[in-house]
């Protein structure tokens, strides 16, 4: 299967649309040419119908896969109060994989408004867009990382997304370090190993469950020779007519070269349905930004399964019964696999790059049959 999509024309209301028109600038109090450190700061209070993390990933060069997520509630619950979470999932180069999750007391959380500074019991994430130091222990595995930022903090416009015809539902997203050098230690059933690689670090929250406005989602992120890339293709929930939204981001040595999605066209190929989630899955996504002359084509191609998760897989009991009763089906897979950045000049091919890279869908709805 071969699937291009590009942008639909406007819907009418309800809409769902990134939200990056001037007066967005001034209603999220934000500016158009810099991102400042209180953004990474916290936006929510934990309240019912509210929910934000701050995540990070790295690849490390022993071949170590590593990610670490700071929540304030289970992204599933998102109407239940403040009930924080911490996540590790690490993947080693001899095969063997550990996912741990652990929820917290309420008690046990603080987080600052004016930087990124999170408490959870006694693991913190805390940074100012440059430094970051990262401090986990979930029993069997723990990590002790500094994230020192090598491309300037970057959001697709404001960063926010926006729903309905007020616009008044909204989730955001902030890429905080697209890129950094990781240093430090990871520790698995008490023997640590040093950890030193490159790593990525980015914010989410928002003010209405994300099942309620979202469908699905492909995000990677990746660095290939000089090219460093952060792509995603968001696709809104049924009721907002699957409006989609993309979103890219392509820096060389550094450098911003591009990140104006509406360049951008995406597409999909080799799909399968995955057996575990019955999710339809890409095994090849591509992203192709075009500006007069000038092509860039970002290619992931799925090796293989890093997570293959059903968010009913993670309750138990009551929970999973009442899941079931309301036929919640959200999956998440996490792939790695390769990334190659291409780029054309009138269509010849000048530049090419192959690198590793993780990825990920990320899928709220019911599949969607053709």
């Known amino acids: 299967m071969h699937t291009r999509v590009t942008r639909h024309p406007r819907r009418e209301p309800p809409a769902a649309e990134a939200a990056n028109q001037p007066e967005d600038y001034t209603t999220f109090g934000l500016r158009t040419d810099r991102v400042e450190q209180w953004e990474d700061g916290a936006h929510t209070n934990g309240r019912a119908g509210t929910y934000e993390w701050w995540y990070f990933d790295a690849h490390l060069d022993d071949g170590a896969k590593l990610v670490v997520v700071f929540m304030t509630k289970d992204i599933a619950a998102p109407k239940k109060p403040l009930r924080p979470v911490v996540r590790i999932s690490l993947d080693l180069p001899d095969g063997r994989s550990f996912e741990r999750v652990q929820t917290f007391d309420a008690r046990d959380f603080s987080m600052a408004t004016d930087t990124a500074d999170i408490r959870i019991g006694d693991n913190r994430f805390v940074g100012d867009l440059s430094t970051y130091r990262i401090t986990?222990?979930?029993g069997t595995v723990a990590v002790d990382l500094t994230l020192?930022?090598?491309i300037a903090a970057w959001r697709p416009g404001t960063g926010h997304m926006v729903f309905g015809p007020e616009r008044q539902l909204e989730f955001a997203w902030l890429p905080s370090v697209p890129q950094g050098r990781v240093s430090g230690t990871y520790e698995v059933n008490g023997t640590s190993a040093s950890a030193a690689g490159v790593g990525y670090h980015d914010h989410n929250w928002g003010n209405i469950g994300m099942t309620e406005v979202i469908h699905h989602w492909y995000w990677a992120r990746g660095q290939a020779g000089p090219y460093s890339a952060i792509t995603s293709y968001i696709t809104a929930h049924k009721r907002y007519g699957y409006?989609?939204?993309?979103?890219f981001m392509l820096?060389?040595?550094?450098?911003?070269?591009?990140?104006?999605a509406s360049h951008v066209t995406f597409e999909t190929m080799g799909g399968y349905t995955d057996a575990h989630t019955g999710k339809p899955?890409?095994?090849v996504t591509r992203y192709t930004y075009t500006k007069n002359t000038t092509s860039y084509v970002v290619t992931y191609t799925r090796h293989r399964d890093l997570s293959v998760v059903r968010f009913t897989d993670e309750a138990s009991g009551v929970k999973r019964l009442l899941a079931r009763l309301v036929r919640f089906d959200a999956a998440y897979l996490?792939?790695?696999g390769e990334l190659r950045i291409d780029h054309l000049e009138d269509g010849t091919l000048v530049e090419h790059f192959v690198d590793d890279a993780i990825w990920e869908l990320m899928y709220f709805g019911h599949a969607r049959r053709e």
């Not at 409006?243 to 979103?247: C, D, L, S």
């Not at 040595?253 to 104006?260: E, Y």
């Open 251 to 260: 820096a060389k040595d550094g450098v911003l070269l591009a990140d104006d």
């Open 243 to 247: 409006e989609t939204i993309p979103i």
């Open 281 to 283: 899955v890409a095994n």
């Open 136 to 138: 986990a222990d979930l």
């Open 334 to 336: 996490r792939f790695t």
């Open 148 to 150: 020192e930022s090598e």
